[in-house]
C-alpha cells in the first residue's frame, strides 16, 4: 500500500542549524502533507503541497515535491529549540474522492541547544 | 477553545474489558476521523465518518465500533479488548471529505491494556 516513509528516523543538530528530512512513497498522489507531533500531543498540520507544485514555503519551512522520484523534502531553516518534536509526512490515497491520508513513521527531530 | 477534544486522556484496563472513548469538534467540520498510533510511531487511519456516515473503514477488527450521534461528535467502543490494541487512539477532524484538505487532530488517548 502506498506509504511515506521519512528518512533519517532521527536527526539531532545545534540550534540555529537547518534541519532536512526526506520523505518517500510508492504511488501517484495528488497532495502531500507534513504534519509536527510534540512529545504526547497530537499532530499539527504544518504545509500541504499539491502534485503540480515543486516547491512550497511557509515561514521558516519549505517544502519541495519530486514526483518522477516520488519524495518530498521538508527544510526547517534556522532551528530552534521549539523545534524539537517528531515529523511526519502524509500522503492522500484511496477511497475514490475521499481523503484518506497515509503516513509515515515521522522523523525524530531534537535541537540541542 | 479546544478545537478536537478526547476523552479519557489515559486509560489502562484489563485484557477483555470494554471501553469508549470519546471524541468531539467545535469547528463546525463535517469529516471526523480514528488513528490508531503505534509504539514505533506509526500512524494509520481507522475510520472516517462524514456527515455521520461510515466513509473509510480500514481491515479494523469488529471489536472497534464507530459511533456518530452528530457530526461534531465521533466516538469508539472497543469491545474484548487485547494487549495489542495498546497504542494512542487520535481523533481528527477536517471541514470536508475532499482531498487536499487539512486535518486537525485531537490530544490523543493513550490506551494501556494489562
Known amino acids: 500500500s502506498q506509504q511515506g516513509e521519512e528518512d533519517p528516523q532521527a536527526l539531532s543538530i545545534q540550534e540555529g542549524e537547518n534541519a532536512t528530512m526526506n520523505c518517500s512513497y510508492k504511488t501517484s498522489i495528488n497532495n502531500l502533507q507534513w504534519y509536527r507531533q510534540n512529545s504526547g500531543r497530537g499532530l499539527v498540520h504544518l504545509i500541504l503541497?499539491?502534485?503540480?507544485?515543486r516547491e512550497k514555503h511557509s515561514g521558516r519551512l519549505r517544502v519541495t515535491l519530486d514526483t518522477s522520484k516520488k519524495s518530498s523534502s521538508l527544510l526547517i531553516t534556522a532551528s530552534r529549540a521549539a523545534d524539537t518534536a517528531s515529523y511526519f509526512c502524509?500522503?492522500?490515497?484511496?477511497?475514490?474522492?475521499?481523503?484518506?491520508?497515509?503516513f509515515g513513521q515521522g522523523t525524530r527531530l531534537t535541537i540541542n541547544p | 477553545d479546544t478545537a478536537v477534544s478526547q476523552t479519557p486522556k489515559y486509560l489502562v484496563t484489563q485484557m477483555g474489558n470494554d471501553k469508549s472513548i470519546k471524541c468531539e469538534q467545535n469547528?463546525?467540520?463535517?469529516?471526523m476521523y480514528w488513528y490508531k498510533q503505534d509504539s514505533k510511531k506509526f500512524l494509520k487511519i481507522m475510520f472516517s465518518y462524514n456527515n455521520k456516515e461510515l466513509i473509510i473503514n480500514e481491515t479494523v477488527p469488529n471489536r472497534f465500533s464507530p459511533k456518530s450521534p452528530d457530526k461534531a461528535h465521533l466516538n469508539l467502543h472497543i469491545n474484548s479488548l487485547e494487549l495489542g490494541d495498546s497504542a494512542v487512539y487520535f481523533c481528527?477532524?477536517?471541514?470536508?471529505?475532499?482531498?487536499?484538505?487539512?486535518?486537525?487532530f485531537g490530544p490523543g488517548t493513550r490506551l494501556t491494556v494489562l
Open positions: 503541497i499539491r502534485s503540480n507544485e
Open positions: 502524509a500522503t492522500d490515497g484511496g477511497v475514490q474522492g475521499a481523503q484518506k491520508l497515509v
Open positions: 469547528l463546525g467540520h463535517d469529516t
Open positions: 481528527a477532524s477536517s471541514p470536508q471529505l475532499t482531498r487536499g484538505v487539512t486535518q486537525y
